[in-house]
C-alpha cells in the first residue's frame, strides 16, 4: 500500500499561484510515476502533470506553460506549482502514484475566483 497526502489547498485570485504537495509513504517502487489529476464540478477528473522517478514530465494541454511538477525522490514528495490560474483551474486535485498499481490521495480543493 502506498499512503498519499497532499497539502496546499486554497483560494486565488485568477492570475493568482498556488503550490500544492503531496507526500508518499509506505511500499514506495523504487521506479513510479507520481503526478496530479483534478476534477471539476459536473466534469471527469483529467490529467493535469505527472513525472516519473527519472525526471520526465507530461502535462495536460491546458495547463502547459502555466504548471510545473517537480519532485523529491528522497523525500517521496512531488510539488506542483500553480501560476497565472484561471477559473477553470477550479476543482479537487487528487494526488497520484503508479507503478504496476495505482493510488490516489482523498484530494484537495482549488478555487480560483475574484
Known amino acids: 500500500q502506498v499512503q498519499l497526502v497532499e497539502s496546499g489547498r486554497g483560494v486565488v485570485q485568477p492570475g493568482g499561484s498556488l503550490r500544492l504537495s503531496c507526500a508518499a509513504s509506505?511500499?514506495?517502487?523504487?521506479?513510479?510515476?507520481m503526478g496530479w489529476y483534478r476534477q471539476a464540478p459536473g466534469k471527469e477528473r483529467e490529467l493535469v502533470a505527472t513525472i516519473t522517478s527519472i525526471g520526465i514530465t507530461n502535462y495536460g494541454d491546458s495547463v502547459k506553460g502555466r504548471f510545473t511538477i517537480s519532485r523529491d525522490n528522497a523525500k517521496n514528495t512531488v510539488t506542483l506549482q500553480m501560476n497565472s490560474l484561471k477559473p477553470e483551474d477550479t476543482g479537487v486535485y487528487y494526488c497520484?502514484?503508479?507503478?504496476?498499481?495505482?493510488?490516489w490521495g482523498q484530494g484537495t480543493q482549488v478555487i480560483v475566483s475574484s
Open positions: 509506505g511500499s514506495i517502487d523504487s521506479i513510479n510515476v
Open positions: 497520484y502514484y503508479y507503478w504496476t498499481r495505482t493510488f
